[in-house]
Structure formats: structure tokens, C-alpha cells
């Protein structure tokens, strides 16, 4: 559904991307996992459009959408939930949502959109009103998710969902994520918290260094020793129950 | 592109030459009244001269530490008027109201400054704006009261001293004094001490202060210096122009100039706003002669536009810059990347190296008090506007061990950080550091003490090198050393986190990682007894983690106690000698971590469910 | 000092009134680039006097109706304003440097109607000027009321906008965050055009008020800068009714220390009441 060839992304003079090729099939979780630099985060920011490619392209569903300007990219299907949630947080947590609904298509849906959030993170219905810098982290993170679920993509794209939250509300964070894919959503995972994105992904790829070192499937990387020591670290397995 | 500021590599000689090369210059210019010029070009020499004063004055406080001024015209003015009164009204001889007018100035500066830097929250546009405000305020009372009255105060019968053959000649000599002064002070105070901390404000205040910068002290001697130097251009200027009204003199030209001329030729830079001061003057006086007068104001906004768009750090900075970018463009191709395992410092040279240092803590004086507790909280409270963010926390800290501090998200843990470094303060209990209490410390001499910190997102200062980043806290931190061995400090904490490579480079052009890295370096140059590290570990891989981990033992190996907040729990459990847990800003559970971790109540509230998701 | 009859008070606070919603009117424009925009516009005051002397212009040669003049006046400085961001936004200038930027963009438009309409003052001389309404004791002069109204009507007007429409949300939204407002379809910089455009409409409705009401002069360009300046800050960056609340505040507490003490004294109490309130606010 989704595809990038030959990506290349850079940063001023550093290129950061180095011929990336990557397939995302329609209502699958590719999970891309890799080392902090790796360009993990680059990627998913050029999928979304807010980075450009220098060279390489992107297709959606066939359609070459790489020379697009960044506000083209929500309009084809694409959403994104950024490292570090970047909610707007002068504004309420329902304005941040219609934020994520202001395209046409998206805003004919908005009552059901809000409805569908609700069910997904309940804990939101109270705090409707609030404004979305009193949130908690992981509050926050719910909002994040729910504000790109309201632009009703095709393709939802996470950067990071984890990253600086406590075990239980990642747990919490992921069973939401798991229901979302279950229930048909193409997702693009990108995350250091592997342990866990093993479990709920369809497919792995691990980035390194600007490129794709290797792909499949959960327990085919898993079982591969150098893989395994790499980004699953030394002695040390996965901390029971730290998911 | 960002113009590396000040102390770098200068070494001495180069120091000299340019103290000289101001003095000849002004010696030069000192001789230019001999040439009996027609009064009109000596009047011009003087207004360059006189902005050339004041400009570089107002860069001081305002270009070096980012508190941008508007209020220059409020200090001039009060020289002005100082002189106008004195000399106009009570017959002083001319030259002996000038100490007085800087005098005047400086205090009347100091006072204004004593009570804005207090009040944190007025930075950036609301201290431009209430520097503009005590213009006005300062004028209306002026114009109001005896001072002036309203009808201006008349010079006209003070007598001009002899110190050229011409009047124009006098002040320009005047002038000229002020000007080589205002010079040397300004390449003086970039290559003290004192410039080091005022760029470390200008990027990053908050990290400054708690890095052991004495801020606000800073901020006032340099809001003096700057002050006094245009209560002297203030003096002098006011016998120049011999009529002397409040409409004229506290305008919003002065304040606007200054600014404008300090842009244009480079905040960052002791000579920029000379460079600038003198361009427009020229620029402007150029134009005089008949009706191009608008012709030179027209001429005079294109240029700052052209500036602006085209040279946006100022024509000095952009003179210098081939140099930079040279210097920067090696350090960018360094081959080393942090990124990668190998690149972490887990050879044995470096572990010797650490291993050989001399213990960071007062041994001695520990054993001298036979006490084992480095820090103890009692029953410390933080509350923002009506939440509380600790609740009571009495927590113990040993001397020599690895402390985790963990709970759920929201629990405190990096307020407990902000209180102990003096980020924020605490609303009340104790905290006391090697027995003394230092709640009520400011967040610098908290630093002095001995505690080091740094932040879940790195704040480098920008505009430093990686390595003066490093050199800065070594210089303002517990261990408070001289330029010249921070330098030689800073090194040896770069080659232990990895970063020599960079060591030229901006904080901007490293990534996330080699940013941690570099927080860490500065926090550990300033010897500290107690370092605590806010999520340090966040957005590593498992093979960075471990070797971090490796690093945090050499520290405290090497002697510092380490209190580290986080949420990897194999890092936790890897390194903690102990644990306190926080749950709601209190604290839930304390001790050996493998016992914490098997408390149901900690496994409840921290890590929920223990099924596979 | 005795202190002047209820009547002279209230007259007075009425005056203040009015040209506290002319502080609030130009603020409006100049608040909203700030706050929104992220750019300090001091071209905004010399878009405020150029469209004053232009509507005086335009009265003076063909004796045309001043409120009239907006329907050239307006469109012809939204261009301008547009093209003033344009600039700003293709060399990416930050705020600071905007501040100068726009400064010599004002050195520029000064000399020019130096140039054109001399340093002479300028009356605008028209019927409105001498139309006064009664209420009560007091005289409500029509060229005040109308920018009063003015002002009024266009600050809620803003508000209302930014509030509850979909541009006024992307536009706060972009102001905060642009890249992730372009994340999900907002074209910040096609809105930025369109807003900066706005802003200088309002200078240029500011300045045809300013010209029913005073005398013009090159140089009163800054004399307006302080005090407007203050009630934008006062009021709030971005905000729409800020710096007509603030305004207000500003001018009648200017006009009321004017009738009590002396005209000179005026200045004292706006912005020691600006100090303190940098210094106290929580």
C-alpha cells in the first residue's frame, strides 16, 4: 500500500537515509526497530512528508506522492503521532482533535471520529475541555493517537509511541494499538521499546545506519543470534512483566 | 549558521595585540584636532564616536546575555541631565559631571536591575518592553518635576574645557576616550569569565544558573558597566548639543539606534556594534548636505533590510566566518559515530584513566564527621499553583551509591531533580548536603556545593563549542577552575563520553545521543560530589544501554554518588544499589532493589499487569 | 490641586475612551503578527500613517467621503502586507531580526511621506469633524465614536474567528507547531500570507481613523510605538480583544491623569501600571 524506494534523507550536509526501500502492505503492522541515529525517526518524517526526500520516491496505493508539499501528505491518508506527541498545548484536547479533522473528508466523519477516540481511550471523555498541557504523559499520548485517528487515514504512521512513559501505561498504550490494527489499519510502528513491538507486529524491519539491515517476521529475527544480541542487549533478556 | 561566541582558543599574545591595536588606533585618532578640520567633519567624527560609545555599551548586557534593552535612552538621558543640572544649574565644571553622570547611570541601572532580575518570568520581549516603559516613566518625571520643568535647561554658558584647538575637537577627544574605553572593557569582559557566563545566559539561563553561573550578579555588574558608559556618552552629549529637552533626549531614537547598530554589526562580537555604529553614522551624516537628508533615512532602512535578509549575525560575524565554517567543517567529518557500539568508551585505556583520578569527593571530610549520608530530604513539599508535585518526600542518599529513583509517570521524580539542584524551590521541608541545609540555596552555589545535573532533554548552549559547553562547567561548577584548566578539564571528560571527535563542533549538530552524552560530560566537569541524571538512558538501543550502564559505575567508581532517574528497567535493576520509589509525590517504597521490585503494592502502582500483552 | 468637576471626569474618561479603542485598533493588527506570526511588525505604524495620509489624499484632491477611501485603501495595503511576509518568510527572518527589518521598512515609508506630503502638518478637514453627538452632559464627537465602533466591531469580530472557525483554529495551531499542523493539512504558509495580509488591512482601517481624528506628521509615527506597543503586551500577544481592553485601560487612565494633574504627567500612569504588571503577574 505503501512503498518507499531508494530513499534518500538528509540533514543539511549529513545524509541520514541511505537508499531505503520499504513495503508496507495494507492493514499490517510494520514495526521498524534499530539503534538510537539510526534514522528510524527520519524515515517515518519523510513518509509523513514532513521531511523531504532528496532523492528515491514514496507511493501510496500506486500514486507517486513524493514531490508533495507537507499539508498534501494528511489529504492522501497519511497521519502521523510524532515522537514526543507534540500536542498543541495552548489549545484543548478537543480543539487538538479537530485539528486532526479540519480536511473535508475527515470532517464529514467527526462525529463518528470523536465517538471511536472515546471507545479507544475512555479516560479522554472527561478531559475533553482541558487544556492538553495538563494532560499526563501517557494522556497525552492518547490524544496524540486519537488526533491522527480523527484525520481518517489510510495509513497511520507512530513514531516512538513509548518513549518516556512508565510500564503500565505502555501496556495500556499498546492494547489500544493492537485493537487498532485488528481492526484494519495499516500501521507503520517505529519504536525502541522491541520487546513488546515483537509481540504485537506482523513484520520487522531493523534500520541501521541509514539502511535496512533486516526484515521479517518477529520470530525469524528473533531467532537470529546477532539480531538478537544486538537490540535485545548482552546477558540481559527482557525484564519479566517490564513490557 | 551559528557564530561560535568569544573565549576560544585565544591565547595570550593575541589577547595583547588587539588591547594595543585599540589603543594605537585611538592614539591615531587622538591626533586628528591637529588637522583643524572644518567644525561640520569634526562634529561627524564625534557622533560616529559617540555612537560607536554607546552602542558597544548597550551590547554588554544586552548582545552578550540576550537581555535585549530598550531602554538604553532612560541611562544616556539621565547622563544628559545629570550634566545639564550640574554644569547648567549649579555651575560644576564641565569635566567633573561626567564621573558623576556615570555614576548616576550605573546606579540608577543596578537599581532598576536589582529588582527585574528577580522576577523570573521578565526575559526577552517583556524586558525590552519594560526597559521602554522606564524610559518613558523616567522622562515624564524628568519633564514634570524641577529637574527640568518643561522649557529644557541651557548649556550655552558652560565653558567648553580646552583639550583641542576647537570645540568640535574637544568633544570629539571626548568622545574618543569613551569609545577606546567602551572597547577595551567590551573585549575585556567576552574574554573574562565574566563573557563566558554571559553567553552561557544568553543560550540557556535556567541550565546556566544551576551549573553554577552567579546569574544575577552577572547580569548586574554587567548592566553597570553598561549603564556607566552611557551615562558618560550622556554627559558629554549633553554640553555637544548645549540645549538639552526631555522630548530629544529620551526618544525612542537612542534606544532603537543602539539596537540597530548592534544587529547590524554582530551582537556576539566586542568590535560589532562599533562596525555597525560607524556604518550607519556615516551612512546617515553622508546624506546630510541638503535635501538628501531623506534621501539618507530612505537609504538607511534599506540597508538594514539588505542586512537583515542577507547577513542576519552581523557583518563582523560574517567577516569572520570562513574561519568558523573551516574550523567546524573538520570537526563535522569526524569518522567517529557515536551511534555505534564501538564508539562508546569501553576500552581500557580510558577505564584506567578514570580509575586514576583523584576521588571527586571530600573523602576526608566525611570521614572526619564519620557520616555516611550525603543528602537528606525531610519531608520536602514542591507544589505548582495548588498541585502537588512532592508531598512529603524524606528520602537518604549514601555517600558512594548508585541510588534509582522510579515511579509511574507524574510521580515526581524530576521535580525531586528541580528541587535538589535549585531549579525550582521548594515550597517547604528540609534538604540538607553533607549537613548542610541548602533548600533555601541559590540553584549556583548549589552547584558550588558539590551537585551536578542534567536534563531529560539536553540544554546545550547553543552557541558554544561542544567543548566550552564542557569548559563552562568546569569553570562555574564545584570545581571552579581557571580558563585555562577547564579547557584541559573539559578534554578529559570528552574522551571519557566519546565525544573528542566533536569537540569543535555545535551542540546543534550532534544527534540525540552524542546530546546526552554531552550533558553528562558537563555535568561530571564540575567534580561533582552528587550527580543526578534525568532519564539519561531514554531513546537508547539495548547495546547503548549496556554500555552506559558500564559508564554510570565508573563514575561512581571514580568516586561521585549517582542518583538516576528512570524508566529501563533492566538498567534499573542492573545498576541500582538501592531504590526509592515515588507514587504521587510521596514516597512509596524504599531499598535494596530486588526487594522493591517483589512488593505488590510497588509492582501495582509502577508496573501494572504482569501478563504478556 | 483641585480636583476638576464630575462632568470635566467623565468627558475626560470618554476621551480616553476613544483613543484607547485607537490604541486597541492599531494593537489589534500588530498583536495578532506578533502572537500568531512570530513576527514584531513596526511596519505596521508606518502602514498606519501611510494610509492615513492617503486617505487624507485622496479627501483633500476629490473631496470624496474618508470611510469611502477604505475600499482602495484596505486591498491596496493587504497586498502590502502580504508582501512584507512573503519577504519574511523566503529568508526565514526571526524575531528579533523582523523587528529590524520592519524598522527600516518604516525609515523607508517615513522618508517617503516626508518626501510627498512634507514634514508640514496635515489636517484631514471633513464633515465628520465637526459632527458631535449629546449624551447627557457629555459631547460625543463622530470621527471618535466611529473608531470606537470600529475597533469594537473588528475585535470581536477577530476573536470570533479565531476562535470558532476552522481557519482560526490551523491558524493558532500553526502558530504553535507548524511542521505538525502541516501534518495534518494545514498550508501555513498560504494562511500566513493570508493573516499578514489581515494585519495590515487593520493598520490601513487604523490609519483612515487616525486621520478623521488627528493631525498628521511624519515624525508622530513613533510617538504612537511606546504606547501601542505596551497595550498589545498588556493585552496579550495574539490576542483579539487584548489590545482593546488593554487600549482602553491605557487611555483612560492617561485622560483621567491629564484632567487631574497636567497633560505631562499623562504618560506616568500607563506605563507604571505596564511596569508593575510585568513585575507582579504571576
Known amino acids: 500500500m505503501l512503498k518507499a524506494g531508494h530513499l534518500e534523507v538528509g540533514y543539511g550536509a549529513a545524509p541520514a537515509l541511505w537508499g531505503v526501500s520499504i513495503e508496507l502492505h495494507r492493514g499490517e503492522l510494520l514495526s521498524v526497530v534499530g539503534p538510537n541515529g539510526a534514522g528510524k525517526s527520519t524515515l517515518i518524517n519523510a513518509l509523513a512528508g514532513l521531511l523531504r526526500a532528496r532523492s528515491g520516491t514514496i507511493e501510496l496505493d500506486g500514486r507517486d506522492i513524493t514531490r508533495l508539499a507537507p499539508h498534501r501528505f494528511c489529504a492522501e491518508g497519511i497521519a502521523i503521532v510524532p515522537e514526543g506527541r507534540r500536542l498543541f498545548a495552548t489549545m484543548s484536547v478537543l480543539e487538538n482533535l479537530e485539528i486532526g479533522c479540519l480536511l473535508p473528508r475527515a470532517r464529514a466523519r467527526r462525529g463518528a471520529s470523536l465517538e471511536y477516540a472515546i471507545d479507544l481511550f475512555p479516560v479522554l471523555k472527561d478531559k475533553l475541555k482541558a487544556p492538553a498541557a495538563a494532560l499526563s504523559g501517557g494522556q497525552q499520548q492518547m490524544v496524540a493517537i486519537a488526533r491522527a485517528l480523527m484525520a481518517c487515514p489510510r495509513v497511520l504512521l507512530l513514531d516512538e509511541p513509548s518513549l518516556g512513559l512508565s510500564p503500565l501505561v505502555v501496556h495500556d498504550l499498546f492494547a489500544a494499538i493492537r485493537r487498532i490494527s485488528g481492526e484494519g489499519m495499516t500501521i507503520l510502528l517505529v519504536e525502541q521499546n522491541v520487546v513488546t513491538t515483537m509481540q504485537i507486529a506482523q513484520r520487522v524491519c531493523v534500520l541501521e545506519q541509514g539502511r535496512i539491515v533486516a526484515e521479517g517476521t518477529p520470530q525469524a529475527l528473533m531467532s537470529r543470534p546477532e539480531i538478537r544480541r544486538a537490540y535485545l542487549g548482552g546477558e540481559l533478556g527482557p525484564t519479566p512483566g517490564a513490557a | 549558521m551559528r557564530r561560535r561566541s568569544g573565549a576560544d582558543d585565544t591565547s595570550r599574545s593575541v589577547r595583547r595585540s588587539i588591547v594595543a591595536g585599540i589603543l594605537l588606533a585611538g592614539a591615531a585618532l587622538a591626533c586628528v584636532p591637529l588637522l583643524r578640520l572644518p567644525a561640520f567633519y569634526e562634529s561627524i567624527l564625534y557622533l560616529v564616536l559617540h555612537w560607536v560609545l554607546l552602542a558597544t555599551s548597550w551590547n554588554i548586557l544586552s548582545g552578550y546575555a540576550g537581555y535585549f534593552s530598550f531602554g538604553h535612552g532612560a541611562f544616556f538621558g539621565t547622563g544628559v541631565y545629570t550634566t545639564a543640572v550640574l554644569a547648567g544649574k549649579f555651575d560644576w565644571p564641565f569635566l567633573w559631571t561626567l564621573p558623576v553622570a556615570a555614576a548616576l547611570a550605573a546606579l540608577l541601572g543596578v537599581a532598576l536591575g536589582a529588582v527585574v532580575f528577580r522576577v523570573r518570568s521578565v526575559r526577552g520581549e517583556l524586558f525590552a518592553l519594560l526597559t521602554l516603559a522606564v524610559t518613558f516613566v523616567l522622562a515624564t518625571i524628568v519633564l514634570n518635576t524641577p529637574i527640568d520643568g518643561g522649557p529644557g535647561i541651557y548649556l550655552s554658558a558652560v565653558p567648553v574645557p580646552h583639550l583641542a584647538p576647537t570645540q568640535p575637537g574637544t568633544f570629539y577627544l571626548l568622545a574618543l576616550a569613551g569609545a577606546v574605553a567602551a572597547l577595551l572593557i567590551a573585549y575585556g569582559v567576552q574574554q573574562s569569565r565574566l563573557g563566558v557566563g554571559l553567553f552561557a545566559i544568553h543560550d540557556d539561563e535556567d541550565a546556566a544558573e544551576v551549573m553554577g553561573v552567579p546569574t544575577y550578579r552577572y547580569k548586574l555588574v554587567a548592566l553597570a558597566i553598561s549603564c556607566a558608559l552611557a551615562g558618560l556618552a550622556g554627559g558629554v552629549h549633553a554640553l555637544f548639543i548645549s540645549y538639552v529637552t526631555t522630548g530629544e533626549v529620551f526618544s525612542i531614537t537612542v534606544p532603537l539606534t543602539v539596537v540597530l547598530m548592534s544587529v547590524l554589526g554582530g551582537t556576539r562580537h566586542w568590535a560589532g556594534p562599533a562596525v555597525g555604529a560607524a556604518a550607519i553614522t556615516l551612512l546617515l551624516y553622508a546624506f546630510t548636505k541638503g535635501d538628501l537628508a531623506l534621501a539618507g533615512k530612505a537609504t538607511t532602512g534599506a540597508v538594514l533590510i539588505a542586512a537583515i535578509l542577507f547577513m542576519p549575525q552581523g557583518i563582523v560575524p560574517r567577516l569572520l566566518q570562513r574561519r568558523a565554517a573551516a574550523q567546524r567543517a573538520v570537526a563535522a567529518a569526524a569518522p567517529v559515530e557515536p551511534g555505534t557500539p564501538d564508539a562508546l568508551p569501553a576500552d581500557a585505556a580510558a577505564v584506567a584513566a578514570t580509575a586514576a583520578l583523584p576521588s571527586a569527593g571530600p573523602g576526608a571530610a566525611a570521614a572526619r564527621s564519620g557520616v555516611d549520608l550525603l543528602l537528606r530530604t525531610a519531608a520536602l513539599t514542591k507544589s505548582f499553583s495548588g498541585v502537588q508535585a512532592l508531598a512529603g518526600v524524606d528520602v537518604e542518599i549514601r555517600r558512594g551509591e548508585i541510588l534509582g529513583l522510579i515511579g509511574p509517570n507524574g510521580s515526581g521524580k524530576s521535580t525531586f531533580i528541580n528541587v535538589v539542584s535549585g531549579h525550582f524551590g521548594a515550597t517547604s521541608g528540609r534538604i540538607e548536603f553533607e549537613g548542610r541545609a541548602i533548600e533555601q540555596l541559590a540553584a549556583h552555589r548549589i552547584a558550588h556545593a558539590g551537585i551536578a545535573r542534567t536534563y531529560q532533554i539536553p540544554r546545550p548552549f547553543a552557541h558554544l563549542s561542544v567543548r566550552d559547553n564542557v569548559a563552562a562547567a568546569a569553570m562555574f561548577g564545584g570545581a571552579a577552575l581557571s580558563s585555562s584548566k577547564a579547557r584541559a578539564e573539559a578534554d578529559h571528560w570528552l574522551a571519557f563520553a566519546g565525544l573528542t571527535a566533536k569537540a569543535q563542533a555545535l551542540p546543534d549538530e550532534l544527534n540525540l545521543h552524542q546530546r546526552k552524552f554531552l550533558e553528562l560530560a558537563r555535568a561530571l566537569a564540575s567534580r561533582p560530589r552528587l550527580v543526578l541524571l534525568d532519564e539519561v538512558l531514554c531513546g537508547l538501543n539495548p547495546a547503548e544501554i549496556d554500555s552506559a550502564v558500564a559508564l554510570i559505575r565508573r563514575i561512581r567508581d571514580a568516586g561521585t554518588t549517582v542518583v538516576f532517574v528512570e524508566h529501563v528497567m533492566r538498567a534499573v535493576m542492573a545498576l541500582s544499589d538501592r531504590l526509592v520509589v515515588l507514587n504521587h509525590g510521596q514516597l512509596l517504597a524504599e531499598g535494596p532493589a530486588a526487594q522493591v521490585m517483589q512488593r505488590p503494592d510497588v509492582v501495582a502502582a509502577y508496573l501494572g499487569s504482569v501478563e504478556p500483552c | ?282
Open chain 3, 1 to 282: 490641586m483641585t480636583l476638576p468637576s464630575a462632568t470635566l471626569l467623565a468627558q475626560s474618561a470618554l476621551s480616553g475612551l476613544f483613543v484607547g479603542s485607537l490604541y486597541g485598533l492599531i494593537g489589534l493588527g500588530l498583536g495578532l503578527s506578533w502572537g500568531l506570526l512570530r513576527t514584531i511588525n513596526l511596519a505596521h505604524f508606518g502602514f498606519t500613517f501611510a494610509a492615513a495620509y492617503l486617505c487624507y489624499q485622496l479627501v483633500t484632491s476629490t473631496g470624496v467621503d474618508p470611510l469611502l477611501t477604505l475600499l482602495a485603501i484596505v486591498p491596496l495595503f493587504f497586498a502590502l502586507g502580504c508582501g512584507l511576509h512573503w519577504v519574511v518568510q523566503r529568508f526565514e527572518v526571526s524575531p528579533l531580526n523582523s523587528l529590524l527589518l520592519t524598522f527600516g521598512v518604516t525609515a523607508i515609508i517615513e522618508a517617503a511621506i516626508q518626501a510627498v506630503w512634507s514634514a508640514d502638518f496635515r489636517r484631514l478637514e471633513s464633515h465628520y469633524a465637526q459632527a458631535k453627538f449629546r449624551w447627557g452632559a457629555l459631547y460625543v464627537p463622530l470621527p471618535e465614536l466611529i473608531t470606537l465602533i470600529t475597533s469594537l466591531a473588528l475585535s470581536l469580530a477577530i476573536w470570533w474567528l479565531l476562535r470558532h472557525t476552522r481557519f482560526g483554529k490551523a491558524m493558532r495551531a500553526a502558530a504553535e507547531d507548524a511542521p505538525i499542523a502541516a501534518a495534518f493539512g494545514v498550508n501555513q504558509r498560504a494562511l500566513a500570507l493570508l493573516l499578514a495580509g489581515s494585519c495590515a488591512a487593520l493598520a490601513a482601517v487604523a490609519g483612515v481613523c487616525l486621520s478623521l481624528s488627528f493631525t498628521l506628521a511624519p515624525a508622530q509615527i513613533y510617538a504612537w510605538i511606546g504606547v501601542v506597543f505596551a497595550a498589545v503586551m498588556m493585552g496579550g500577544l495574539g490576542s483579539a480583544l487584548g489590545p482593546l481592553v488593554a487600549g482602553v485601560v491605557i487611555g483612560v487612565s492617561e485622560a483621567l491623569t491629564m484632567a487631574i494633574t497636567a497633560p505631562s504627567w499623562a504618560p506616568i500612569v500607563s506605563f507604571t501600571l505596564l511596569i508593575a504588571l510585568l513585575l507582579l503577574r504571576p
